[in-house]
């Protein structure tokens, strides 16, 4: 039935979990292509963590059909390919981290020559190299996050769940783990973010879904679903008409801004990315100095809260934006 | 098989890291010393009666020498009653402690089976609690050995009966850990070993008063919980005739020895229940969500 679909990462078909009558994930229907970066997004107690467990077997689901990397979660052969770290990074106190991740690692079915040179890698990676002989009960919740993110990646999975993996970490350990999903991604395994950073979203992610009442609002690429979109910032010193007008037949110039005093703001709004050099291309034509001109990623904040949140006011706040130009 | 091993190994290691198995050696070190010291005074007195009767020595098996066939009974009453304790209180936590901490979610994600950990946990366990019973048992029957002489008549098949019901508790604890929260499946440990308790009062009485029904209650609570018969079992194999002859003449007016042995069909159902409740932990818990 899911025939051809199999390729992907994780496909889910009306997928449901009932808890004593009362739908927490209800229809979810969601397919993540290997290799990408997938963000799942939703307001708390969406059925984002259910989703998640149901994805690794953790739970079993009421109804509806999971396939993950071909193959049933509850298969462990399937299991052996993935990695996971609970949104709750909670471990066996009394290991070393060396050890903890040793034991998961003869878990995951990786031989002794492997769990030796792998458990130093992946414990440098994630910034913890040296500290693997220290117990588990003397680390620092960042610390300790940061242990299940190696054990995660320890046994090279094609498909990586991280639920909240930045909780508990400063901003230098929030760029280690977006280098590290980088990483993943570069390898070629896919990764299942679950977040509720939506920058961090916004940087790492390929695809994103929105999910609300256990059930997908929408999912796509970024691009997909801003409609195509791409904002660009424009900072000239001067905005003389011709230059405005010639903007104007590159994209939608949504905002102007030159109440500063030699300096115009230009908010752009392109559909492809080879339109920007030719608006750098019509600032030098006008005669006019460039000072900034920076595509924006699309704004996912203003896109999660005109999803999720459906009260009146929320939809017109959203509606008033569009029509803001 | 190779990733029950991996669990229970685990388990092993657990045990011995978080100081479980040095708090239980020194503690049972203490209680061995304790009681043996007793012992030896004991000994010592009854040395010096005799002497001072006239007498040449004890004969071992005779009734000069009841007291250090009781001190000898009764030592490995406690010895059933520190193992049952410490098998339940080690136990207890073995699945659902793991589910609560949250330690759970990371290893189950793993290509391990739900049956496979269950599996595991059972067999780390029942080789600690196994395997503290014998040592408690040697280490008390040695000693007593050691100062007076005197071994039970048939300490190996006692022995056997008490881990065999250390093992019933650690099967009925697994299964409990993987039903309920750690501190209910404690209690409802508990309250089950008391029901085999009960079970042997009520057959104590029941026989004492020649009452049937009381009897047949008896037996509905050994089979339920057959920990406390197979006790009952064992204190049968630990004493010499003139000991049973006692318990005859009180017409088992006492509910912590018997003088009768253990029936082989009840030695076969607790065999039987702790298989079943560590196959039902399995199950259970493979369809259990985390």
Not at chain 1, 33 to 58: I, Q
Not at chain 1, 148 to 169: H, K, M, N, Q, W
Not at chain 2, 36 to 58: K, S, W
């Amino acid at each position: 039935m899911l025939g051809g679909m199999s390729e992907a990462a994780i496909d889910t078909r009306d997928l449901r979990k009932t808890y004593r009558g009362r739908a927490v994930v209800d229809g979810l229907s969601l397919t993540v292509p290997r290799g990408e970066v997938f963000g799942f997004l939703g307001p708390n107690g969406a059925g984002k963590s259910t989703t998640v467990k149901m994805l690794l077997g953790l739970v079993q689901p009421s109804g509806g059909e999971i396939r993950v990397l071909g193959g049933r979660p509850n298969d462990p052969a399937v299991r052996a390919r993935l990695g996971f770290l609970p949104e709750q990074f909670r471990f066996q106190t009394w290991m070393t981290a060396s050890e903890f991740l040793d034991f998961h690692g003869r878990l995951a079915g990786l031989s002794a020559a492997e769990r030796r040179t792998r458990i130093p890698e992946v414990l440098g990676e994630v910034g913890l190299g040296g500290r693997g002989h220290e117990t588990l009960g003397g680390y620092s919740k960042g610390m300790l996050q940061r242990a299940g993110l190696a054990g995660a990646i320890l046994a090279r999975p094609e498909l990586v769940f991280l639920d909240e993996p930045t909780s508990a970490l400063d901003p230098i350990g929030r760029v280690e783990v977006r280098e590290i999903i980088e990483r993943l991604r570069a390898r070629g395994a896919a990764v299942f973010l679950n977040s509720h950073l939506l920058s961090e979203v916004e940087q790492v992610c390929d695809r994103v879904a929105f999910v609300k009442a256990g059930r997908v609002l929408t999912q796509g690429s970024m691009r997909e679903l801003m409609g195509g979109v791409l904002p660009v910032d424009l900072r000239v010193d001067t905005l003389t008409g011709g230059l405005l007008d010639t903007l104007a037949r590159l994209g939608e110039v949504r905002r102007t801004d030159t109440n500063t005093q030699g300096r115009a703001d230009v908010e752009l709004w392109l559909t492809r990315d080879d339109q920007i050099p030719a608006v750098a291309d019509a600032v030098h034509a006008a005669g006019a100095r460039l000072y900034a001109l920076t595509p924006r990623r699309p704004d996912l904040e203003t896109m999660f809260l005109d999803l999720i949140e459906d009260t009146p006011e929320a939809a017109r706040a959203g509606r008033g934006e569009v029509t803001r130009a | 098989m190779r990733n029950v091993l991996l669990i229970a190994e685990l388990s092993l290691r657990e045990a011995t890291r978080k100081r479980l198995v040095s708090v239980l050696l020194v503690l049972s070190a203490l209680f061995l010393g304790f009681f043996l010291f007793g012992v030896y005074r004991l000994e010592m007195r009854l040395d010096d009666r005799a002497v001072q009767a006239g007498l040449d020595g004890r004969s071992p098996t005779g009734a000069a020498n009841l007291p250090v066939m009781f001190s000898a009974l009764f030592g490995m009453y406690l010895v059933y009653f520190l193992g049952s304790l410490m098998g339940v209180l080690s136990t207890v936590g073995a699945v659902s402690g793991d589910i609560e901490s949250g330690v759970m979610q990371s290893v189950i994600a793993r290509p391990v089976s739900r049956a496979q950990l269950v599996a595991g946990r059972w067999l780390g366990f029942t080789a600690v609690n196994v395997a503290y019973v014998a040592l408690l048992s040697a280490g008390l029957l040695g000693g007593v050995r050691l100062i007076t002489g005197y071994t039970p008549p048939e300490a190996l098949p006692a022995a056997a009966l008490l881990l065999l019901a250390v093992t019933v508790l650690t099967s009925l604890t697994v299964l409990g850990s993987t039903l309920f929260t750690t501190l209910a499946n404690g209690i409802g440990v508990f309250v089950l070993y008391g029901v085999g308790f009960t079970g042997g009062i009520l057959s104590a009485i029941g026989t004492f008063a020649d009452t049937p029904t009381l009897t047949s209650l008896g037996r509905v609570a050994n089979a339920l919980m057959p920990t406390n018969a197979l006790w009952l079992g064992a204190s049968y194999h630990l004493q010499p005739e003139i000991m049973r002859q006692v318990g005859e003449v009180s017409r088992g007016a006492n509910p912590f020895t018997s003088s009768v042995p253990v029936e082989p069909l009840l030695v076969v159902w607790a065999a039987v229940l702790a298989a079943l409740a560590l196959l039902a932990a399995m199950w259970r818990f493979s369809r259990r969500d985390l």
